[in-house]
DNA sequence: TATTGTTATACTCTATAACTATA
DNA sequence: TATAGTTATAGAGTATAACAATA
């Protein structure tokens, strides 16, 4: 072959879901700070949600996360009314986390900020471009092991 | 409406995304190890290449971070050959970077790991899924006002 | 004075390691 | 001894602020 790989390394969907996966996450964070937390405490509030893990490094695992930082997040979860510690009756050294209603709600007027995230993102779509997206990322989302 | 709103924050594409653009570019990060460099030397060596930006304070505008972070990003790739750092002779405050041969053949050779990162994320999808997809990601970075 | 680049410093995020309580 | 959770510490990444050289 003579011709010459002139790809750029801008147009490849590595790079660009890089980039734009930073600066979606970094607006969801803003607009979170509203509610006073941030991506990975609402991702933890889902993850109890969903049922999937209920004791802390359970948690950490789902997430892939430090055993610590679900000590962190779950401490400032607490402190906002979101979640609950309880100790397992059958393993005293368990502490199970307990989304509380304060909790649920949080967790819904999150969800609410990306889904008016979402609007502003595929707005410009049309449908089928966007069932497209939404399909894509949800087989990706698989690929990589993560939830739902 | 009597109806709840279900729709669950992680099937959202404002957290898929910025999930997904976390691990992607982890993944990105951990395989351009091999060539002494992380993804924003890379995107800097790209901006070089495309002409956008010259001047190191030019170049934190077009990257979106502090001219202090270009400093050090230029000072390592300057370290590796990869660019050169050149006074303008009309306005000697102005460092004019320039990229080198080598620079040229390092952003080829990181190019052509993300390429093959993406062979891997896409390889799962319909022909017309991955068009879908691309072309969503470019119109979605176009609105975001990023290069390319 | 204003601007470009640099250096010094500090902050955020998160992991690793040491430690406590329980098994 | 091994495990769940916690606390202490450290590192990466990056921004802000102070500074130097040039305009």
Redesign the pocket.
């Known amino acids: 072959m003579l011709t010459v790989n002139d790809v750029k390394l801008t147009s490849t969907v590595a790079f660009r879901m890089g980039v734009l996966g930073t600066i979606v996450g970094d607006r969801f964070?803003e607009r979170l700070a509203v509610h006073d937390v941030?991506p990975?405490h609402v991702a933890m509030l889902s993850v109890l949600e969903s049922g999937m893990a209920a004791?802390?490094?359970?948690v950490a695992k789902i997430m892939?996360?430090?055993?610590?930082?679900?000590?962190?997040l779950?401490?400032h979860l607490e402190g906002l009314g979101a979640v609950r510690?309880e100790r397992d009756p059958e393993?005293?050294?368990?502490?199970?986390l307990a989304l509380t209603e304060e909790g649920r709600g949080l967790l819904a007027r999150c969800t609410a900020l990306a889904r008016a995230m979402d609007e502003e993102l595929v707005g410009g779509l049309a449908p089928e471009e966007e069932a497209g997206l939404r399909n894509v990322l949800r087989r990706l989302a698989s690929a990589e092991g993560l939830p739902e």
Chains 1, 2 share one sequence.
């Open positions: 964070a941030k990975k004791s802390q490094l359970e892939r996360v430090a055993p610590s930082l679900v000590v962190s779950a401490d510690r393993d005293r050294r368990r502490q199970v």
